[in-house]
């Protein structure tokens, strides 16, 4: 699903997409690195620009954070992937749902709110939804561990996007209530490219689960990483190596192949 060049808009050209109904979310498939079963998805944003045709965040993500329109979307996307993934639960699979939430819809204060809201709508089951939020946001916030204890008590999963291993950072998280943690695209990417990859992952894995903290590894590439990923107990993955996001749609139909593991009934 190729994505247009970056482009430059307004905040006005957002609104009036958004209220045009011309944002979605695709849905990128996460493994089992070891059995390659199909174990959740992370939803992403897309823009069907009606010129430019699909353009992904980075065509756009700065101007939605600047200005006064990020927290609507940021609602609409946690109450849509909520919905879908309350499909998915009503037609027998259970699976997770991961979700990120933005620093502006984070600092607004909402949060708990916005979630407990799109679960009571959608009646999707909470332990099944991931909410991935930035290291940066949480050290940001002098309430982070209140906002995430909160969270918790809804029984959701809270997770670290973009972690990056360095000494103390597992348990400094752990300690704010912190359940999951993804490894940045880059980290694995260098880390593969030194040969160090096994080396880092495996101290990762082993303080993880001393801690009851899950780590997932995004950015995957080629089945080499996937490999040393899951020969060093990193449960999960995701990455174009592994699969390319689907529409929700196209997603049913990828579950086909793998009903076996997702807990489709028989």
């Known amino acids: 699903m190729p994505l ?11 609104r009036e997409a958004f209220e045009s109904g011309q944002f979605l979310l695709v849905y990128q498939p996460i493994f089992d690195l070891q059995t390659r ?10 823009w069907k620009h009606p010129q430019r045709g699909l353009l992904g965040p980075d065509a756009f993500i700065d101007v939605l954070e600047a200005g006064d329109f990020a927290r609507p979307i940021a609602q609409w996307t946690l109450e849509t992937a909520c919905d879908q993934g309350a499909v998915w639960h009503d037609s027998g699979y259970r699976f997770h749902v991961s979700v990120n939430v933005s620093e502006r ?7 708990v709110d916005d979630v407990r809201d799109a679960l009571g709508a959608s009646r999707f089951d909470p332990a099944l ?16 561990r209140e906002r995430l ?46 040969g160090s990859l096994g080396e880092a992952v495996a101290t990762l894995a082993a303080r993880a689960e001393s ?11 080629d089945d080499d990483q996937r490999e040393v990923l899951a020969r060093e107990r990193i449960a999960t993955g995701q990455g174009f190596g592994l699969s390319e996001p689907y529409e929700a749609d196209e ?13 489709k009934p028989l």
């Open 251 to 263: 997603i049913d139909h990828v579950l086909e192949d793998f009903s076996i593991f997702s807990g």
């Open 105 to 111: 819809q984070w600092g607004a204060g909402g949060i």
């Open 149 to 194: 204890g909160a969270l918790a008590r809804l029984g959701v999963h809270r997770a670290v996007d973009d972690f990056v291993p360095d000494e103390g950072a597992l348990e400094y998280l752990a300690g704010l209530g912190v359940d999951v943690v993804k490894i940045d695209r880059d980290f694995l990417a260098r880390r593969a490219g030194s």
């Open 4 to 14: 247009s060049d970056a482009a430059s808009f307004s905040e006005q050209e957002l």
């Open 211 to 221: 801690l009851g903290i899950s780590v997932i590894a995004a950015g995957i590439e």
């Open 37 to 46: 079963a199909f174990v959740g998805v992370e939803a992403l944003i897309r």
């Open 129 to 144: 939804l991931v909410l991935e939020v930035s290291r940066a946001t949480l050290e940001a916030d002098p309430s982070a």
